[in-house]
């Protein structure tokens, strides 16, 4: 017995030691949880569960249950995973206890505390009520009525609150009339809202709140005139709260009741003390500055509902756009009403918006942007009618004439066949200048067919005259003269009922191309007549012409060719007055003016003043492209006076200072041959006659100085074998084969002369063949290679045009190397290849004419090959030739300015880009306004960079590609300047209109999404979601 009593006694003072030990670590939870240090504070509440286990008492277990509570508040509180499944488990472990109903309670409180209204209403809802104090009940039951309020359950938050009322006192009683007042407010029931609210109106807690709540009830009831006299007096007083909304309602009643200048004040009142506006807001504060006139501010209020989609926002875009104008800011006018046009939301807006976009964009020279516009007009329309009369208009002086004529051609469809009346004339005209532009692209073909088009509406006489001359001025080009005398007649016939025709389609310079056009059908009688007319016209309006150079070359040329007719019927005398005039000018070409005096002296017998004429030629203008002519005619004219010795130093000029150049150097040698034979220097003449053969001789040539060589070899020298010895050293001389060789050669040339070029080609490759050596082999491969041209087989031509240039200097050397380069540029793209043959046809002929294709086509060679040297050297060769028309300066101004321009030599680029815009209208042009806009942005010159932006998308419609990069510079132009809104409309207007392009279009795109974000950063705009979740102060009554 006194060891089971010790034994107890034992056991019971251990069990009071670990009480005593829990209750320490209990305790210091509890002061932890209070000061808020929860993690240490739930390692003691854990501490003192684990040190309570081992004992199985009521206690104990009670003693457990308190710490677990708290260690599971600890837990939630600490955002632990595991906090709510341990409060769960707590509550299911101790339902109906005491320690239950706390523990909800404590949950439900926890949660309200930290604004987790749904969280807390779950606990709340919970919690048992029976036997619970009627204090800590109203308390309850008022957090619920206010969590639902939050949640914007206003019925539910109701009925709590009604509990709360009903006992009409207490400290829950004042905040909870509040809280049903506005929960009435938010349900629209606005006489109970107003009745809770006038309870606590004179509560000091609730007395700052309580106007601005009243005066949302009447606003709500549109109670305008009372919200004035209610709130009006209350909007300066510094005791209310919510003095800005207040001003904003009292400045919301004036503008419902139209009185926009009583709004004004109010309304801007809270537009500067707020940070962020609704759309609806900024809206009504931008029309009433608006209405009222103050268009500046009214421009600042709305741009920033530049982007919202939304009824509010086209209509805000729509003001914007006429504030604007009421500011002379048409271009801005422009983006904004681009933005109202672009949203759906309001037909009749948005139609407006169109049209008004449209007209303003053809008044701003932006006739792509109002085409695109007019287009979309439906029949049913209210705006189809002027909309159809506007695109007439705008196509007349729109760029993209293809595109333009697609239009009318749609129009003519949605009309059942016919045009109105404007839109014909307008078609007439479009169609001519689509056919010029498609003449200055060098396709003929189109620009025929376009033209011939443009005749079936005659309905302005001048645009069909023109239409007539350049139809005669292409068929003149492509050899089809008696076509084209017919096209000039009518032209010509056209032309004495009308004035003021285009320069270059002038009536002067049609009688010229008339002119020719009868030459090249040998009636010299007949053109002379033409290009009398010509000149009488250039000489009665010369002071008229601006393009020096219609005036001058065709002047002058015509002058030559009027020289000519008289010289053709031996009238000698009145072709000498041409030709003495076309000298005294200096007129292009006057040199040949000198040659044909001197051949007129010479048939009129005055042999002397022939070789001086000539002479001078010569000495004065070595470089004439008809000094080659002059020294043969001088040796000539001297053997025929029998001066032969004095023949002999101009006939070694020629075949010494044009060997490789001139075809006429074998006749040189023949007559020094011929000279030396009758002078008896034998050896000489032989000398001269072999040197014949080495020059690439034409076959009567060669058959001259053979017969010649013959002659002196057998039957004056009497030495036979060596001229046969001679001829074994040419190839293809061999005497048996001579005849076969012709009779071969001349098979395949019938076949030429026929145009049967595939069996040309034939007859040339087996002349080739068996004879590789031939008497006619460099005209086989010449004919050859024209027969493949013939017939498109331009690799093979190319390879025979490759021979000859080969062989070296010859009758078609300078033809080979000529035809190889267009080529080798055409249709193979070996630019370094076409480079080099036209560089040698330049020094390898002495026609002036050809010497300047030479270069022209070498310089657009050595730029596709990117030989930048070259391009400098030749686009200045070009630029600066007289023979060079606007089109080919332009194109050498051209590559002189984006080579500088790629060398980063902005100083040099410019100018040279200038001029290309100043000579020519193409898509260098359209390029040309682009580079120099970019240039100056990089001078940082943006003012001048906007200007040309905005003037390339008028004057560069017809290339779309340059309009789309001309906005996407102007949208880093603007961005630059700080205006983010005009950089996100032209962003916006090319990627709704260009789609052409996609490095440019993802560019726009990736440029867009940075601006708006740049935007976004600093609007006024509010943008923030609605929450579901009220945001309101608790007015120091949230319990």
Known sequence: ??????????????????????????????????????????????????????????????????????????????????????????????????????????????????????????????????????????????????????????????????????????????????????????????????????????????????????????????????????????????????????????????????????????????????????????????????????????????????????????????????????????????????????????????????????????????????????????????????????????????????????????????????????????YQKVAVNRGMQLLQNNENQAAREILQKSLENPIDLSVQAVALFWLGDVAHREKNYQESAQYMDRFLGLTRSISNLPEESSVATANYIQGYNLIKQDNYERARGFFQAAVDGINRNRGQYRNDKIANNVLGDATLRLGDSYFKFNQYDNALRYYNEAIDRKSANFDYAIYQKAIIEGLRGRRTEEIVSLERLTRDFPGSEFADDALLRIGQTYQEIGRSNDAIPHLQNLVTKYRGKSPLVNQGFLALGLINYNAGNYDGAINYYKQVFKNSPEPTEANLARASLEEIYVKDLGKPGEYFAFLETIPGYKVDNLKRD?????????????????????????????????????????????????????????????????????????????????????????????????????????????????????????????????????????????????????????????????????????????????????????EARYLIAFINYKQRNLDRAQQLCLEANQKSSAYPYWVAKSVLLLADVFADKGDLYNAKAALEALLENFDQDKDVVNTAKTRLAQINKQIEASSPLNKTPESNVLEFQKSGGGG
């Not at 523990?103 to 749904?118: H, I, Q, S, T």
């Not at 080529?823 to 630019?831: G, K, M, P, Q, R």
Request: hydrophobic share 35%; aromatic share 14%; glycine share 6%.
């Open 1 to 426: 017995m006194p060891l089971l009593l010790l034994s107890f006694l034992s056991l019971w003072g251990q069990q009071t030691a670990v009480y005593t030990e829990a209750n320490r670590a209990f305790k210091r939870g509890v002061t932890l949880y209070d000061q808020g240090i929860l993690a240490k504070a739930k390692r003691e509440f854990q501490k003192a569960i684990d040190l309570t286990l081992p004992i199985n008492e009521t206690a104990a277990e009670g003693f457990r249950t308190r710490a677990a509570l708290y260690m599971a508040k600890c837990a939630v509180e600490l955002r632990l995973k595991e906090g709510e499944v341990m409060t769960m488990d707590f509550i299911r472990s101790f339902r109906p206890d005491p320690e239950y109903q706390e523990a909800l309670m404590d949950m439900g409180n926890y949660y309200f505390n930290v604004g987790e209204y749904a969280k807390s209403l779950e606990f709340y809802n919970e919690v048992p009520t029976l036997g619970m104090s009627k204090g800590t009940l109203t308390q309850m039951r008022f957090r619920q009525g206010y969590s639902n309020f939050a949640l914007k359950e206003f019925n539910l938050a109701k009925s709590f609150f009604r509990d709360v009322i009903a006992e009409a006192d207490g400290d829950y009683y004042a905040p909870s009339n509040y809280y049903m007042g506005l929960s009435s407010f938010f349900e629209q029931d606005y006489a109970q809202a107003a009745s809770s609210l006038q309870i606590v109106e004179n509560n000091p807690t609730y007395r700052p709140y309580i106007p601005f709540y009243l005066t949302q009830i009447l606003f709500a009831q549109k109670k305008y005139q009372d919200v004035i006299a209610y709130a009006e007096p209350k909007a300066n007083d510094k005791g209310i709260r919510d003095l800005k909304e207040i001003q904003q309602l009292v400045g919301q009643s004036y503008f419902e009741l139209g009185n926009y200048q009583r709004a004004l004040p109010y309304l801007e009142y809270y537009q500067e003390n707020s940070k962020k506006l609704r759309e609806e807001e900024l809206y009504q504060i931008g029309y009433t500055q608006y209405q009222t006139g103050n268009f500046q501010k009214a421009i600042q209020t709305l741009r920033p509902l530049s982007g919202a989609e939304s009824p509010i926002g086209q209509n805000a875009m729509f003001y914007l756009a006429d504030s604007y104008l009421k500011v002379g800011q048409k271009n801005n006018a422009l983006n904004a009403l681009a933005a109202a046009k672009r949203l759906n939301f309001d037909p009749l807006i948005k139609e407006e918006a169109s049209f008004n976009y449209a007209k303003l964009a053809y008044e701003l020279n932006q006739p792509r942007e109002a085409v695109a516009t007019l287009q979309d007009f439906a029949p049913n329309s209210r705006y189809y009618q002027d909309a159809q009369r506007l695109l007439a208009d705008v196509l007349l002086n729109y760029r993209d004439y293809q595109q333009s004529l697609e239009i009318i051609n749609d129009v003519r469809r949605r009309n059942g066949g016919g045009l109105p009346p404007q839109m014909q004339a307008t």
């Open 742 to 926: 012709s009779i071969n050669f001349r098979a395949a040339e019938i076949k030429y002369e026929n145009g049967d070029y595939p069996r040309a080609i034939e007859g040339y490759t087996s002349y080739i063949r068996s004879f590789p050596q031939g008497l006619y082999l460099s005209t086989a491969y010449y004919h050859r290679g024209d027969a493949y041209v013939a017939t498109q087989q331009y690799s093979l031509a190319l390879k025979d045009y490759d021979w000859l240039i080969l062989q070296g200097a010859g009758k078609n050397y300078a033809k080979a190397l000529e035809k190889g380069a267009v080529i080798a540029y055409n249709s193979e793209l070996d630019f370094n290849k076409a480079f080099k043959y036209y560089s040698d046809l330049e020094k390898a002929t002495t026609d002036e004419n050809l010497i300047f294709e030479a270069q022209l086509g070498a310089m657009r060679s050595a730029y596709r090959a990117g030989n930048k040297a070259a391009v400098a050297t030749l686009a200045q060769k070009v630029a600066t030739n007289p023979r060079a028309n606007a089109s080919q300066i332009a194109t050498a101004n051209f590559y002189i300015g984006k080579q500088a321009f790629d060398n980063n030599d902005f100083t040099n680029a410019i100018p040279a880009l200038q001029k290309v815009i100043q000579t020519s209208d193409n898509e260098q042009t359209a």
